[in-house]
Nanobody, 127 residues
Framework: QVQLVESGGGLVQAGGSLRLSCAAS????????MGWFRQAPGKEREFVAA????????PYADSVKGRFTISRDNTKNTVYLQMNSLKPEDTAVYYC????????????????????WGQGTQVTVSS
């Protein structure tokens, strides 16, 4: 069992930055692929970014490529999402997710690949 707790959301002006954190419980964090997804009001949950269990693969959604960076610190059981040049369309609830040994781009970008989800953190970008 893995428990995920997101933090770092908030209200920011367009062009600003936020860093989301996702702290995971358990001793096998390093064997999990980690992903960030988001869901805006009235829309389906969508993939944002992910990092493979080895850290060697980091796919991004086209809408955030070049602005967001995902990273992980296995010593702290934490995955981060650095979000720069934020836009109003980035406004959503952001969810962290974990899936055992996720390594391929298809697996990392697919919602159903993940076994565990956090409760979400709200990000609001004002224009």
């Amino acid at each position: 069992q893995v428990q995920l707790v997101e933090s770092g959301g908030g209200l920011v002006q367009a062009g600003g930055s936020l860093r989301l954190s996702c702290a995971a419980s358990g001793r096998t964090f390093s064997s999990y692929g980690m992903g960030w997804f988001r869901q805006a009001p009235g829309k389906e949950r969508e993939f944002v970014a992910a990092i493979s269990w080895s850290g060697g693969r980091t796919p991004y959604a086209d809408s955030v490529k070049g602005r967001f960076t995902i990273s992980r610190d296995n010593t702290k059981n934490t995955v981060y999402l650095q979000m720069n040049s934020l836009k109003p369309e980035d406004t959503a609830v952001y969810y962290c997710a974990a899936g055992a040994r996720l390594a391929t781009t298809v697996a990392l970008t697919t919602h159903s690949s993940y076994d565990y989800w956090g409760q979400g953190t709200q990000v609001t970008v004002s224009s």
